[in-house]
């Protein structure tokens, strides 16, 4: 018999009903599990399972997640508990006093918020090798990153030490190191799911989301999350469908877009030849394949580099060692202050994306960097717009490689930047996005590592890309 911590929510939800199981159940296997093998895989920053049990033992099973633990992103507030970010100024420092939105609503749908995921430090990077609290080893290959930056909870959810987990993508950190676990990660459309209580690293790019063991978990933990909440104000006040109806409904009759710049020179030949057979499946199962152009794609890192700095340097200039986090001692005086407390608490990747971010808004330069930018964005966003009135759902590579080993790219940024390059635009253009596992490539070393098919949507059209997820999961 699987182990509780191995099965889906709604594989865990149908024991629940059933009374076959108790949540305090699945909270003692998770323990377990934990204790068996979390040590070699850093996925949690902290894990409080008593907590944890007394939630449990008052769970209303009723509910659409009653009774299950979702592991949660270091970065987001949880009332009560540490939340990191994984960075020196705020470890031992900071205690959320709140719960994020997100929070609140996976409350009221049942859920039971536990542990908190490692990831890069403030969100930025893409292997979680910028944590400053410790190393997150890939479940698939513990030489290898588990991808980033919520490389934490795509680890834990692959490790079968959490049944789900909440992520944050700000330019593909759910999806990519989904793909690199071998789990699912979806990103939502900007603003389709509150910001509100998520540490913001940019604010015009970030998106919360679920990272799960299957498709369905996913939708069901989507209803969760979205609506429109009055504490963001770029939370949209939209209609929330039901994620979960129709999405076994296959992919016949839809058009799914192959953009020809997501499989330009770069992409491994192996995770080519595991995406293009995933194509081949859904074109077997009826969708019509269409070759199109997103002729913007070639500069979709450069404005994101620009951009999210920016908005990083703003953001974290709160973080002065004065309202919360740790502070410098015996500052000379207050500028003195300021900079010991910050070169301290941050870390070398922070310090360099807020230097850029810093320079690319300074007095002459904002115009030349920053606004053109954002005029590059929205030709990418209209790239999109363009693209979807000809097909349903567009499909690429999430990276274009496997999940690297630990510190492989580490004394070149740049090359690590440019693995976001399938995923970025879709930030960039606020649409849905989803990895779903299409397969395995050969390390080298007689190891697997996953793979994962991007499937990317319309803005608010998740309910397209779920469909066609399901899909790649059953075929």
Known sequence: MSSLSSLTITALRAKLTAGEIS??????????????????????????FEAARVMAANADLTLPLGGIPIAIKDNINVNGEPCTCASQFLVDSYIAPYDATVITKLKAAGAIPLGRANLDEFAMGSTTGNSSIKRTNNPKDLDRVPGGSSGGSAAVVAADTAIAA???????????????CGVVGLKPSYGRVSRFGLVAFASSLDQIGPITKSVDDAALMLNALSGNDKMDSTS???????????????VAGLKLGIPKEYFAAGIDPQVRKVVEASIEKLKNAGAEIVDISLPHTEYAVATYYIIAPAEASSNLSR??????????????????????????????EVKRRIILGTYCLSSGYDHKYYDKAQ??????????????????????????TAAPKHGENSDDPLKEYLADICTIAANLAGIPGISVPAGTVDSGNNTQLPVGLQILGAHLDEKTILRVAKAVEIL
């Open 23 to 48: 949540p305090t159940d699945i909270i003692d296997d998770l323990e377990n599990s934990n204790l068996e093998k979390d040590e070699a895989i850093g996925g949690y920053n902290s894990i409080d």
């Open 375 to 400: 005029r590059v964005r929205t030709l990418i966003r209209e790239d999109f717009n363009q693209a979807f009135e000809k097909v349903d759902a567009i499909l690429s590579p999430v990276c274009p």
């Open 236 to 250: 949209l006040e939209v209609d929330v469908p039901d994620f979960t109806v129709n999405i076994d409904q296959g």
């Open 319 to 348: 973080f002065d060692g004065i309202r919360y986090g740790n502070r410098a001692e015996n500052p000379e005086n207050l500028i003195d202050l300021y900079r010991k407390s910050r070169s301290a608490g941050f870390g070398s």
């Open 166 to 180: 909440l992520g944050s993508d700000t330019g593909g950190s759910i999806r990519q190191p989904a793909s690199h």
